[in-house]
């Protein structure tokens, strides 16, 4: 009997500074077969940002209804606006067979996890705290309290490690990403 070979919700969380973003970029520029939630936010958009590319950028009363409707897997409130992911774009993705990831927050993986049970987590790790350290410190674009409040998170966010189906240490862009498609491909016959 063959066994059905049906795309896993992936979602990749981890402490900030690991490098989520630097991943997800490089797999959609290499994988362009993975698709990559796009989150509805309450934040204004940057300069280069469109609306449905990077975010739904919606006002707080739509993202009221989103929440009141059960139409976010998981939602979060960060730096005074909010965050989440459109559950129906998700559910149609991997109803079409295709491999769907999610770079969220650890909360938001919480959240996934208690919805979708099946889903798998993937924690992204450093390679050391040093090196966590550095790339924190490094940006060069926060105060120190800013880099202390991360730091601070970070602790909190690397020890919920456990939580997670499978770790990943971001020593390589190119080799986190080629381990994260295979995790993301193999057959999710239990």
Do not use: C
Not at 53 to 76: P, R
Not at 136 to 149: C, D, F, N, P
């Amino acid at each position: 009997m063959a066994v059905e070979v049906r795309p896993r919700l992936t979602v990749l969380s981890g402490p900030s500074g690991v490098g989520k973003s630097t991943v997800v970029a490089h797999m959609r520029k290499v994988h362009p077969e993975v698709w990559l939630s796009v989150s509805a936010t309450t934040r204004k958009p940057r300069p280069g940002e469109r609306h449905g590319v990077q975010y739904f950028f919606v006002g707080d009363d739509e993202f009221d209804k989103l929440i009141a409707n059960g139409e976010l897997l998981e939602w979060a409130e960060f730096a005074g606006n909010r965050y989440g992911t459109p559950r129906q774009a998700v559910l149609e993705r991997l109803a079409a067979g295709e491999p769907v990831l999610l770079e969220i927050d650890l909360q938001g993986a919480r959240q996934v996890k208690e919805s979708m049970p099946d889903s798998r987590l993937v924690f992204l790790a450093p390679p050391s705290w040093d090196e966590l350290v550095r790339r924190l410190t490094g940006r060069g674009t926060e105060s120190a309290e800013v880099i202390e409040r991360r730091l601070a998170a970070a602790t909190v966010e690397l020890a919920a490690e456990s939580e997670f189906d499978t770790t990943l240490v971001n020593t390589s862009v190119e080799d986190v990403s080629r381990e994260l498609l295979a995790l993301m491909t193999v057959s999710s016959g239990k």
